[in-house]
T-cell receptor, first 112, second 115 residues
Framework: DAKTTQPTSMDCAEGRAANLPCNHS???????VYWYRQIHSQGPQYIIH???NNETNEMASLIITEDRKSSTLILPHATLRDTAVYYC?????????????FGDGTTLTVKP | GAVVSQHPSWVICKSGTSVKIECRSL??????MFWYRQFPKQSLMLMAT?????????EQGVEKDKFLINHASLTLSTLTVTSAHPEDSSFYIC???????????FGNGTRLTVT
């Protein structure tokens, strides 16, 4: 699976949009981009995933660049409860899903 | 949909005893489940892949005789930490997926403290 690079940490003001970037320059054609987050002392939570089109659900939006080498997770109106570690993962269908490499992720701190 | 339940949320046990952790898929069938361990301020590390009706596949460096995995049904996998020692204290998490490209759905984790 392609390797991903994320900033170590980010801050965001409560009520503002949080934009979390992820680079995956070696992504291949059949690999999806997945985003998860882990709130302290809880199991990770699935947020959203996509292949090449932008995606939106009740939690967030996922913007994937046309060349698919990077993506941005957008939390439109961040709240204090969105403070968590956010993981960007790239995975293909032939990969054991559990072997997804979580890496260190981005620690997002939402401030009042 | 796609809810994974893990039990217990936390457990304290004495050194030398065994502890069983359950992972259930509540609204889908999971032929494969995954077990992870997470130490403080570190990322998730895959320990093993649990396969319904067959033996688990363990990652390199994980002792299969110490971390016993049973996946007897399509909705339940268990992880038993045998003869636990203080160094086994950690946060254990399970997950499952509904298909090839489907995302992983995680349990809420079990905090194990061995005294």
């Amino acid at each position: 699976d392609a390797k991903t690079t994320q900033p170590t940490s980010m801050d965001c003001a409560e009520g503002r949009a949080a934009n979390l970037p992820c680079n995956h320059s070696t992504i291949s054609g059949n690999e999806y981009v997945y985003w998860y987050r882990q709130i302290h002392s809880q199991g990770p939570q699935y947020i959203i995933h996509g292949l090449k089109n932008n995606e939106t659900n009740e939690m967030a939006s996922l913007i994937i660049t046309e060349d698919r080498k990077s993506s941005t997770l957008i939390l439109p109106h961040a709240t204090l409860r969105d403070t968590a570690v956010y993981y960007c993962i790239v995975r293909g269908a032939n990969t054991n899903a559990g072997k997804s490499t979580f890496g260190d992720g981005t620690t997002l701190t939402v401030k009042p | 949909g796609a809810v994974v339940s893990q039990h217990p949320s936390w457990v304290i046990c004495k050194s030398g005893t065994s502890v069983k952790i359950e992972c259930r898929s509540l609204d889908f069938q999971a032929t494969t489940m995954f077990w992870y361990r997470q130490f403080p301020k570190q990322s998730l590390m895959l320990m093993a892949t649990s396969n319904e009706g067959s033996k688990a596949t363990y990652e390199q460096g994980v002792e299969k005789d110490k971390f016993l995995i049973n996946h007897a049904s399509l909705t339940l996998s268990t992880l038993t930490v045998t003869s636990a020692h203080p160094e086994d204290s950690s946060f254990y998490i399970c997950s499952a997926s509904t298909g090839s490209y489907s995302p992983l759905h995680f349990g809420n984790g079990t905090r194990l403290t061995v005294t």
